[in-house]
Structures are given as C-alpha cells and as structure tokens.
C-alpha cells in the first residue's frame, strides 16, 4: 500500500470511529496496530455489539474471555454444555466470532479433545461424552465430509474416526467429536453440546 493510500486509509477509519462514537455515544479509544505492514486502527466503543471493534489495548483482535487460548494455540476454543441442534450450534459460534472447531492436526486435535474432557459435564443432551465441530455431509448424494470450509477432512488434516465410522445412513449428517478423541458421525435431529473455535487473528 502506498504511503498515501495508507493515510487515506487511516483517515476514513478515524472518520468511522467518530461516526460510530456519535451514533453510540460511546468513548471512541484508539490503537494503531499494524497488520501486514499497512497501519490498522483498532477502536473500542463502550459496549460494543461489533466483536470487531470490541477490542483491549494489548490484547489480540478477536480474544474472548470465555474462551480457552492453549498456549501457542491460534485460535482459542469452548465447549458449549447446552446441547442443542448442530445447525443452532454452527449459528450460535458464528455469532460469536468464530464457528465450530475445525481439526487441522493431530495436535490442535488432542488440545480440543483435553478441553472438552476438563469441561463442564454437558446437560440437555443423551450422548454426553459428544460434542459437535465443524464437519458434515450434507451434500447427498455426493456422500464426503467435509469441514465447513468446505475442506475434506484429509486435507483440513484430522481424520481419525472411531471405530465403525463413518457409519452411513439416512440423516447421518453431522460430525462430532468423541471425548475419547476420534470423530463420530450423527442424526440430524440429535442435541448435543458442541465446541466453537475462535482464531486470534
Ligand atoms: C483507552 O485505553 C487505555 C488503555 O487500555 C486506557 O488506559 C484509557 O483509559 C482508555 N481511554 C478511554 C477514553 O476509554
Ligand atoms: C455498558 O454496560 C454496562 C454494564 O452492562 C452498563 O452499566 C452501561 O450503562 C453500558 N453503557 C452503555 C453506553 O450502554
Ligand atoms: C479425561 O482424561 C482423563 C485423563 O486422561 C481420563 O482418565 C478420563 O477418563 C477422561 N474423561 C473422559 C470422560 O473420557
């Protein structure tokens, strides 16, 4: 971005802060931070429903405190103990920021499966010991999971089911994680607690 760009860039988000403090009535703190080497203002207003600009000092965009961030982990990640239809849970992580977990490694797929045992036991729901993430197969009757992002599970690099799955059938629509650590697949009319995944950046 050129340098003038960049002004002119600054410039408009300023405006907006402004803006925004006026509609909201809200004190306008400005941050600059820098994101790929063009400057970014990140600003808070009291109350903030825009999770964007609902931002610290100091802290990275897009951090919750009821999320758990295990240390050199991208995003942060929580288990949802309400169970409740995989499309609401898929709806409610979005609403806050993130979706649900996508397992991209063995790893980031062991640090999931450690948050989900340590969590509250989950409530309102027959299969307790799972929980809901971010992969499906809705797509019949071309039948793969895939993340939703629309990445098979192979590529999104996390693929170990338990044993006997993925068991296909009528409805068997939605992934879910077993807190043993493998992948289950499961009725669409079945609630169960789920995780969201949060990126920090
Ligand atoms: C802006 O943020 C800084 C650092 O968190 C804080 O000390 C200051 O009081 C804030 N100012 C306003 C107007 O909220
Ligand atoms: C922000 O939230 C606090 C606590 O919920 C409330 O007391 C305060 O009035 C709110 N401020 C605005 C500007 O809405
Ligand atoms: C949680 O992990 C501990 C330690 O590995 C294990 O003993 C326990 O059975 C696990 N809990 C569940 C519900 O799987």
């Known amino acids: 971005m050129s340098t003038k760009t960049a002004t002119m860039s600054v410039a408009i988000q300023v405006l907006l802060c402004f803006t925004l403090t006026l509609i909201q009535q809200g004190s306008c703190n400005i941050t600059y931070i820098w994101v790929y080497n063009n400057p970014t203002i990140v600003y808070t207003t009291e109350n903030s429903t825009m999770p964007w600009i609902r931002?610290?000092?100091g802290e990275s965009a897009n951090r919750r405190n009821d999320y758990i961030y295990p240390s050199g982990a991208a995003s942060g990640y929580k288990v949802h103990t309400q169970a409740v239809l995989w499309p609401k849970a898929r709806r409610i992580c979005a609403?806050?920021?993130g979706h649900l977990a996508i397992l991209n490694s063995v790893a980031e797929a062991n640090m999931v499966t450690e948050i989900f045992n340590k969590s509250?036991?989950?409530i309102g729901s027959d299969w307790p010991n799972?929980?809901?993430i971010g992969f499906h197969c809705l797509f019949e009757?071309?039948?793969q999971f895939v993340t939703i992002h629309d990445q098979t599970l192979e590529k999104a690099g996390y693929n170990q089911w338990m044993s006997g799955?993925?068991?296909l059938g009528a409805g068997r629509h939605y992934g879910s994680l077993r807190i043993?650590?493998?992948l289950d697949n499961y009725h669409t009319h079945i609630p169960l607690g789920f995780i969201c995944e949060l990126p920090i950046h």
């Open 55 to 57: 931002r610290g000092s």
């Open 95 to 97: 609403d806050e920021g």
């Open 120 to 122: 509250e036991p989950i």
């Open 130 to 132: 799972y929980a809901s």
């Open 141 to 143: 009757p071309d039948v």
């Open 165 to 167: 799955r993925p068991l």
């Open 180 to 182: 043993s650590g493998t």
